[in-house]
T-cell receptor
Framework: DVKVTQSSRYLVKRTGEKVFLECVQD?????MFWYRQDPGLGLRLIYF???????EKGDIPEGYSVSREKKERFSLILESASTNQTSMYLC??????????????FGPGTRLTVT | DAKTTQPPSMDCAEGRAANLPCNHS???????VYWYRQIHSQGPQYIIH???NNETNEMASLIITEDRKSSTLILPHATLRDTAVYYC????????????????FGTGTRLQVML
């Protein structure tokens, strides 16, 4: 079974703090993704990475950065947390092969509250 | 990516088949139809995907109409554990790593399985 794990299920941080969310996958997937999920807005893509040290902005990258130093690990960084970043954060991973289509596997999510 | 339309909610009696419809009238010839579900407080779970032909796996069946403008996800014997939000997504295969495998989630169908 593919396993995508996230470092915390629940996290409470203060405004202005630097926050790290970690994601690890064990299936040697090329692609990794960070989404956030808010009521009424569905899942929105923040950033994705298609290889080590490679990244691309998603739909809502403002206020976030990412790091992928190893293939299995993808980190989401909130440089200075704000209350509007309170949300559920979901990590996902998938294979990639040109012209093919592969499903994404999701982690359990991290519910982040910024006070 | 093509947009999808799903009913906001459905009920189903336990043990009966749950048939979840999805309209994707603007789908392109190379776009796949994916189904995911999200059980409360968990990350989305991949169910099934298809291009033109009907597909079946251990979880569900996917029926795609001949013109590919709509599809139906069938859970043959729904149980209480199938209560979740079900998302229908269409997207093309990625031909280079830059475009990758982005998923655009809508608001889905909330399926309630009842005793």
């Amino acid at each position: 079974d593919v396993k995508v794990t996230q470092s915390s299920r629940y996290l409470v941080k203060r405004t202005g703090e630097k926050v790290f969310l970690e994601c690890v996958q064990d299936m040697d997937h090329e692609n990794m993704f960070w989404y956030r999920q808010d009521p009424g807005l569905g899942l929105r893509l923040i950033y994705f990475s298609y290889d080590v040290k490679m990244k691309e902005k998603g739909d809502i990258p403002e206020g976030y950065s990412v790091s992928r130093e190893k293939k299995e690990r993808f980190s989401l960084i909130l440089e200075s947390a704000s209350t509007n970043q309170t949300s559920m954060y979901l990590c996902a991973s998938s294979f990639w092969a040109s012209g093919s289509s592969y499903e994404q596997y999701f982690g359990p999510g991290t519910r982040l509250t910024v006070t | 990516d093509a947009k999808t339309t799903q009913p906001p909610s459905m009920d189903c009696a336990e043990g009966r088949a749950a048939n979840l419809p999805c309209n994707h009238s603007t789908i392109s010839g190379n776009e796949y139809v994916y189904w995911y579900r999200q059980i409360h407080s968990q990350g989305p779970q991949y169910i099934i995907h298809g291009l033109k032909n009907n597909e079946t796996n251990e979880m569900a069946s996917l029926i795609i109409t001949e013109d590919r403008k709509s599809s139906t996800l069938i859970l043959p014997h729904a149980t209480l554990r199938d209560t979740a939000v079900y998302y229908c997504i269409v997207r093309p295969p990625a031909f280079n790593t830059g475009t990758a495998s982005k998923l655009t989630f809508g608001t889905g169908t909330r399926l309630q399985v009842m005793l």
